[in-house]
């Protein structure tokens, strides 16, 4: 076995695990997932950059892309899904890419992440184009899917990112290297474990201070939120109680009477406007509660 790539080498922590106690394992697992928060907070900068570079294409009506293979891309489709419920976003600004279709999301599609021309195709398949940003995520940063996909991207014009947690490779059709090196895995080469972890919260990192710059919050409430359930309903009746003198059941009232919208109910009751001009303010304003609230009430 070649023990070149970090991901695939021995973690010397865990090389008798099997003879460790239930206790023991799990310490042992917990003491190493310790360490993935700080693997990130040393490539903060890294993660920055893209963010940076990302926030006015996503404003001037750009998409996000995240292709990957396994758990990788099962944790890219993820990401991806929870923007339209959490911030109201279209289902089309952020959306994840998975070597085998989305029966890989379920079980393992064997060799789907080994042809660089099918991550290709993907790129061509979605319409990716120079607005669209491009970012594969592969702990081993070898995955020929990934790479086919970003290689494909760039000819388009896209801008490229690779999130990986290996050392970075110089690929001259990427644009922004966000490599976390967590170490090797309490089981050899399971990169479900610290490296999945470690994918999971930087995708997080990026479309939550995404969404924020985006104007889909006021302060840390997700006052952009679309009421679609029960608990969203709830959560955004609250959030309306929180930020005005209403009840839970006027508040409640005032999200139905805005089609489950909580920044318009909000701007409803704050200012006083019918649904119709309080949504005309918030565009006038970038679906920015802040400065429609601070610009009125101040």
């Known amino acids: ?134 970012l594969g995520i592969t702990a081993s940063s070898t995955t020929p899917f990934v790479l086919g996909a970003l290689e494909k991207a760039k000819e388009f014009g896209a801008m490229t990112g690779l999130l990986l947690c290996n050392n970075p490779p110089k690929l001259e059709y990427v644009d922004h290297i966000i490599s976390i090196i967590v170490g090797p895995e309490v089981i050899s080469g399971s990169t479900r474990m610290k490296a999945g972890t470690a994918t999971k919260m930087v995708l997080n990192m990026i479309t939550t201070t995404l969404m924020i710059k985006l104007n889909k919050t006021y302060g840390n409430l997700m006052v952009d939120l679309k009421a679609s359930n029960e608990k969203l309903w709830d959560r955004g009746t609250r959030i309306i109680q929180h930020l005005t003198d209403l009840s839970y059941d006027d508040s409640l009232k005032l999200l139905q009477s805005a089609d489950g919208e909580v920044k318009t109910a909000i701007v409803m009751e704050k200012l006083k406007m019918e649904a119709g001009d309080t949504r005309e303010k918030l565009n006038e304003n970038k679906g920015s509660l802040r400065k429609v609230l601070d610009g009125e009430l101040s």
């Open 1 to 134: 076995m070649s023990w070149d790539k970090i991901t695939e080498q021995q973690n010397s922590a865990s090389a008798n695990i099997d003879e460790n106690s239930t206790l023991e394992i799990l310490s042992i697992i917990n003491n190493e997932d310790a360490g993935v928060a700080l693997a990130i907070q040393n490539k903060l900068s890294e993660i920055e950059a893209f963010i940076k570079a990302l926030i006015p294409r996503v404003k001037g009506g750009g998409r996000l892309f995240y292709v990957g293979s396994g758990t990788s891309g099962r944790l890219g489709v993820l990401d991806a899904a929870e923007c339209p419920p959490t911030f109201s976003t279209s289902p089309t600004m952020v959306k994840g890419i998975i070597a085998g279709g989305y029966d890989a999301l379920v079980r393992s599609i064997e060799g789907a992440e080994d042809n660089p021309t099918d991550g290709a195709k993907a790129i061509i398949d979605y319409g990716i184009n120079s607005e669209s940003t491009v």
